[in-house]
Every structure is written in C-alpha cells, then in structure tokens.
C-alpha cells in the first residue's frame, strides 16, 4: 500500500492554525484646503508693518496626519526705538474637509489673535487661540478629530524660514485631552498567545510525521 505523504496536510494545518494571512493596511483617505482670513494682519494705527498668513492649496491625505494650516512672515520698516504693535488683531482659520469614499464633506472654522511688536530687523509676537481648538465631525463612515496645533512665531521681516499654525487630524482615533491621541491598548490575557499555540500545534504535527516516515521505512 502506497503511503501519500502529509505534508500539504502540514501546510493547510499550520495556516489554519496560526491565522497567518496577507498584511493589509486600510488608510481613509481625504482632501483639505485651508483658508485664511485676513490676508495679512496689520500694525495698529500709525504702523508700517504686519503679519501675512498663506493659503494653504487643496491637499489630499490618508490615515491620520499633520498639518500645516498657515505660514506666517512680518513685514516692517519701523526703527527699534519706535516699533510697530499688534494689539489684540484676529485673525480666522477655515478648514474644508472631506471623506474622499464617501464624498461628504464640511468646513471648520477656528480662530485666534496676535499680540506683540515687531521691527525691521526684530520679531516679538504671540498668538492666543480663541473658541474651540477641537472639533469632531462624521463625514460617511469615517470619524475625523481636527486638533488645532502648535504655533511657531513668525521670524524678523528678514527670515528665510516662516512661522507657522498646524493641526492634527485624527482619522477614526479619539484625541485625548492632551491634544494628542491613538489606540487603546487591549488589557493582557491570561489565554495563550497565538505563537505559543501555533508552535504546540506544529509540534504535534511533526511528531505525526516522524511517526509516518517511521512507519513508511518499516514496510519497506
């Protein structure tokens, strides 16, 4: 009697048990445009100077990301011994946002104001968020969390580099109080891990081929 050999039998069994498959990785993807009002901030009365915010071109994205919601550059003449101010001059945020699958969308409105003074060759400004800083929306099936970020102060009018506004958007995550977010994390299990199974398993079954070969050898 001719003995078939087990191993597409192995094969099929480790599969089954260890649930291995092909890794997949499923991103949301969505488009954003950010929109400014004003385009520039300017000095109190009597200044020469202000602040510019860009506009920020449609953008598409997946999963959750950063964003760069606006750079900011000073202009000025003013000497250092009669700077230009800033008192107290808001400024609003518009967030387009939209669930590329399902092709709903919305726009989100934050806001702020800067303070401070500025020179020809100097730079000194703050900026307070005003309103909400966190808003969460449905869009199709998806959750998105925009968190307005951090805040990079604007340079002398001489800088090459910008300052700038980003946010964070957090695709189907909670953000946590902190501004941040992510994954819970499941508690441990007291039920054996899917490795240590699989390698039990597979012990089982190599000890089944030994017997076979065994065998196979004796009626030979």
Same mark, same amino acid.
């Given at each position: 009697?001719?003995?078939?050999?087990?191993?597409?039998?192995?094969?099929?069994?480790? $599969?089954?048990?260890?649930?291995?498959?092909?890794?997949?990785?499923?991103?949301?993807?969505?488009?954003?445009?950010?929109?400014?009002?004003?385009?520039? $901030?300017?000095?109190?009365?009597?200044?020469?100077?202000?602040?510019?915010?860009?506009?920020?071109?449609?953008?598409?994205?997946?999963?959750?990301?950063?964003?760069?919601?606006?750079?900011?550059?000073?202009?000025?003449?003013?000497?250092?011994?009669?700077?230009?101010?800033?008192?107290?001059?808001?400024?609003?945020?518009?967030?387009?946002?939209?669930?590329?699958?399902?092709?709903?969308?919305?726009?989100?409105?934050?806001?702020?104001?800067?303070?401070?003074?500025?020179?020809?060759?100097?730079?000194?400004?703050?900026?307070?968020f005003t309103g909400?800083?966190?808003?969460?929306?449905?869009?199709?099936?998806?959750?998105?969390?925009?968190?307005?970020?951090?805040?990079?102060?604007?340079?002398?009018?001489?800088?090459?580099?910008?300052?700038?506004?980003?946010?964070?958007?957090?695709?189907?995550?909670?953000?946590?109080?902190?501004?941040g977010g992510g994954?819970?994390?499941?508690?441990?299990?007291?039920?054996?891990?899917?490795?240590?199974?699989?390698?039990?398993?597979?012990?089982?079954?190599?000890?089944?081929?030994?017997?076979?070969?065994?065998?196979?050898?004796?009626?030979?």
């Amino acid at each position: 009697m001719k003995l078939l050999s087990p191993f597409p039998l192995v094969v099929a069994s480790f $599969v089954v048990v260890t649930g291995i498959q092909p890794a997949r990785a499923d991103f949301v993807a969505w488009t954003y445009n950010w929109g400014r009002t004003p385009i520039a $901030v300017l000095s109190d009365a009597g200044g020469t100077g202000g602040i510019t915010l860009t506009d920020e071109s449609t953008q598409h994205a997946s999963g959750s990301s950063d964003i760069v919601a606006t750079n900011l550059r000073t202009f000025s003449s003013a000497a250092r011994a009669n700077p230009d101010h800033i008192t107290n001059k808001a400024y609003s945020l518009n967030l387009f946002l939209q669930d590329d699958i399902s092709g709903k969308s919305t726009t989100l409105a934050f806001g702020g104001k800067f303070n401070g003074t500025m020179t020809a060759y100097s730079s000194n400004i703050t900026n307070t968020f005003t309103g909400v800083t966190t808003q969460k929306v449905e869009l199709g099936d998806h959750t998105y969390t925009v968190v307005l970020g951090s805040y990079a102060p604007p340079g002398p009018p001489s800088a090459v580099n910008a300052g700038s506004i980003t946010a964070h958007i957090f695709v189907d995550e909670p953000a946590t109080s902190g501004g941040g977010g992510g994954t819970q994390v499941p508690p441990p299990s007291d039920a054996p891990e899917p490795t240590s199974m699989a390698l039990g398993s597979l012990g089982f079954i190599l000890i089944g081929m030994a017997g076979w070969r065994k065998r196979r050898i004796g009626l030979a």
